[in-house]
């Protein structure tokens, strides 16, 4: 059910779309000795890290709160760096931690040059950093260009007169019809959900454009003078030693300059498509997706590298917010590779197949491997905007065992993995059941209660089985979730069978073994509707071979034969709870939901 659109509409629509909406044992794992990290910290180690990186990200807020005022903060961050470095992760995107008035918790920012108050401080920020880095953890920042808050100085000057040299840093335009006494219609029909992408300025007697919420201004694109401003905020947070950034709603900076109106959207039999709040739905394809956007990537990205050309290069990366209708929409936001955009766009067609359907990943996972060109896929399955995987993918009754197939998926089919906090330890969606509790304004408030907003995928991490589960001595800005009695990171951190356990010994296999970080994916048993199966191989290493079962039921696989090897005995890697270790190719049995990876001898 998750519309995968190109532009913000789509992205709004994701939100609110997505808004509708035993014990385990692992055994086996031969490689569970402590994790043999890569020495970083030389431009040569350090190059090109992002290829088999696992980068998690954080959501501040809900992290650790070390002052007692509810919300997480960069302190609680650095104290967990540790907890970070044993998972194996390479890298942590946080998301926005500038001041922001939070019409959208961050992501309405007011100063880019700065750390909001009741996250921290400068101070703070680089001692996380340099932390972060002894630990070799990159921290990637959120870089926010499409839009500001409208309590950002450059918008309280844009909006202060029609001739303040900030007027042009927004989009502003007459009404239609306007007269001395009334604003006339907005310029055109674009929205969504019945509401206006424009909102009528009384004093200065225009209209300014707003994508999302009328507290987030879009900025001007068209107006040179926004680049060059964005160029000097990345260097500036270069010099503080970021090692990167993931751009935010990035397919939509440019709009239609003609400012045409939209056609709506007509289903196969040619009827209105409504929207669930009952308006009929617009194509929206002049909102965003203009090419524009590609030459302001390139040229970031080549600032970017020319930042760091003689002392570090390769080292940075650029993430992208996207949401491409498939994969080579994807393939456009690498760019060309003498003139490249995107190190890392992510891979939305993977994420959001919402449905475990053996032949669609199939079908998508093979492509991320022949239709990218060669460039490296970023594998997501959670973020702070979707409910997590239990809603998404879950039964109800194997929700952890289901967790292993993705986990898997995400972790063991190579080019790098993004997770989301608290996926590690089978944090389940829990959004708020009273409208007076929801703190998503954006999402939750005005469509109560067929949305519920975001807030169910943003709740606190889950340390302990303790008051407000270890995240804070006072009172949490959104309430703990009762799971947190059973699953928290103090229960399963000694518990060979916990999902915590297994993300570990994922992640340490990512990293370690040669087939996992430098083969390539071959799809095997293609006919199979119930199991996925792969290898991958590269010339002069083991090959490795995954298998996951997507269904309830137990399941057996026969993998030899071509393109498997022949023959060949297996050693088991990693596998389900309960799971025999078979010993040959042809005989693999799985338990219902059941996950295997061995390599062959
Ligand atoms: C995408 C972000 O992930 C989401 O949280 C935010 O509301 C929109 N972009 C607008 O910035």
């Given at each position: 059910m998750h519309p995968i659109g190109r532009s913000k509409f789509n992205v709004a629509l994701t939100i609110l779309s997505l808004m509708i909406c ?82 959208d918790?961050?992501y ?38 499409n ?42 029909n674009w929205g969504a959900f019945g509401r206006?992408s ?13 994508h999302f919420s009328?507290?987030q ?31 935010d709603a990035i397919e939509t900076l440019?709009e ?6 939209e056609a709506p959207l007509l289903d196969k039999n040619g009827k209105p498509v409504l929207d669930p709040s009952g308006h009929p739905r617009l194509q929206r394809t002049k909102e965003g997706d203009f090419?524009?956007v ?26 992208g917010e996207l949401f491409a209708r498939d994969t080579s929409d994807l393939l456009k936001w ?11 766009p992510m891979d939305m067609p993977v994420a959001f197949i919402n449905k475990l359907d053996?032949a669609t990943f199939?079908e998508r996972?093979?492509e991320s ?9 970023l594998l997501v399955f959670d973020n702070h905007d979707q409910p997590r995987m239990d809603v998404r993918y879950g ?11 993705l ?11 993004l997770?989301y ?8 969606t829990?959004p ?8 998503d304004?954006m999402g939750g408030?005005a469509n109560?209660?067929r949305f519920k907003g975001r807030?169910g995928e ?144």
């Amino acid at each position: 059910m998750h519309p995968i659109g190109r532009s913000k509409f789509n992205v709004a629509l994701t939100i609110l779309s997505l808004m509708i909406c035993s014990a385990t044992g692992l055994e086996a794992a031969s490689v569970t000795q402590p994790n043999k990290r890569q020495t970083v910290g030389t431009a040569a180690s350090e190059r090109n890290w992002w290829k088999n990186a696992v980068i998690y990200e954080v959501y501040p807020r809900s992290f650790q709160d070390t002052n007692g005022d509810g919300i997480g903060d960069l302190n609680g961050i650095t104290e967990h760096l540790d907890y970070l470095q044993k998972l194996g992760v390479d890298a942590i995107w946080l998301t926005p931690i500038y001041p922001s008035p939070n019409a959208d918790f961050g992501y309405d920012v007011a100063d880019y040059r700065d750390i909001s108050p009741e996250y921290g401080s400068l101070d703070d920020f680089n001692r996380m950093v340099a932390e972060a880095k002894k630990r070799h953890i990159r921290v990637i920042m959120d870089m926010v260009m499409n839009h500001t808050s409208d309590e950002n100085a450059w918008f309280v000057q844009s909006r202060s007169s029609r001739t303040d040299p900030y007027r042009n840093w927004y989009v502003w335009h007459d009404g239609k019809g306007e007269t001395a006494s009334s604003q006339g219609a907005p310029p055109n029909n674009w929205g969504a959900f019945g509401r206006s992408s424009w909102e009528w300025d009384a004093e200065t007697r225009q209209y300014y454009y707003h994508h999302f919420s009328v507290h987030q201004p879009d900025l001007n694109w068209y107006n040179p003078a926004i680049e060059q401003e964005f160029k000097e905020i990345v260097s500036y947070w270069l010099n503080l030693g970021v090692g990167g950034f993931r751009f935010d709603a990035i397919e939509t900076l440019f709009e239609d300059p003609n400012l045409q109106n939209e056609a709506p959207l007509l289903d196969k039999n040619g009827k209105p498509v409504l929207d669930p709040s009952g308006h009929p739905r617009l194509q929206r394809t002049k909102e965003g997706d203009f090419p524009q956007v590609h030459t302001v990537m390139r040229q970031m990205r080549a600032h970017v590298d020319a930042f760091d050309a003689n002392q570090f290069p390769g080292t940075r990366v650029l993430i992208g917010e996207l949401f491409a209708r498939d994969t080579s929409d994807l393939l456009k936001w690498y760019g060309p590779p003498q003139t490249p955009e995107f190190e890392l766009p992510m891979d939305m067609p993977v994420a959001f197949i919402n449905k475990l359907d053996v032949a669609t990943f199939r079908e998508r996972i093979a492509e991320s491997e022949t239709k990218l060109g060669g460039n490296v896929p970023l594998l997501v399955f959670d973020n702070h905007d979707q409910p997590r995987m239990d809603v998404r993918y879950g039964d109800g009754v194997h929700d952890v065992a289901i967790q292993r197939v993705l986990s898997t998926i995400l972790l063991a089919s190579g080019g790098a993995s993004l997770m989301y906090y608290g996926d590690e330890i089978g944090m389940k969606t829990t959004p708020p059941t009273r409208k007076e509790d929801v703190k998503d304004r954006m999402g939750g408030l005005a469509n109560w209660p067929r949305f519920k907003g975001r807030d169910g995928e943003r709740t606190p991490m889950q340390w302990t089985d303790g008051s407000n589960a270890g995240f804070t001595t006072g009172s949490p800005w959104l309430p703990v979730p009762s799971t947190a009695a059973s699953v928290n990171v103090k229960a399963e951190e000694g518990d060979p069978g916990s999902l915590l356990t297994w993300y570990r010994t994922l992640i340490h296999l990512k990293k370690t073994i040669p087939a996992l970080e430098q083969g390539r994916n071959t799809m095997l048993d293609t006919q199979n509707t119930k199991v996925l199966s792969w290898m991958r191989r590269a010339p002069g290493i083991p090959v490795v071979l995954i298998s996951v079962n997507f269904t309830a039921e137990p399941q057996t696989v026969d993998l030899a034969g071509p393109p498997a090897p022949a023959n060949g005995a297996l050693k088991t890697l990693l596998k389900s709870p309960g799971e025999s270790s078979p010993s040959r190719l042809e005989h693999i049995e799985l338990e219902p939901f059941g996950v295997y990876i061995g390599q062959v001898q």
